[in-house]
């Protein structure tokens, strides 16, 4: 890479909103914790911001679709646990 090709990488990435050096990324239980509290509307202000800051998006997107998955699976088997115990 020549240095004119490295010092045009180095301003886009500072055009760039969350490209950062060094940037800590989150652990996989502060993620499942952003994602449940999120989905629970109980995300507070300074973690919401940590996740824009720290977090990526692909894994938020991930988590947020198991997290649904998990609590219609969730709400379908306690319908249909009351529905049986209703029946007998």
Known sequence: MTESSKEQSESNAALVPGVEEGRKNL????????????GLGVQSS??????????KFGVFIAAGIIFTLFFIGLVFTVVQVVLKSAGN
Do not use: H
């Not at 652990?27 to 999120?38: G, H």
């Open 27 to 38: 652990n996989p239980m502060q993620v499942v914790s952003s994602v449940l509290a999120a």
């Open 46 to 55: 300074k973690n919401r911001e940590r996740d824009f800051k720290q977090g």
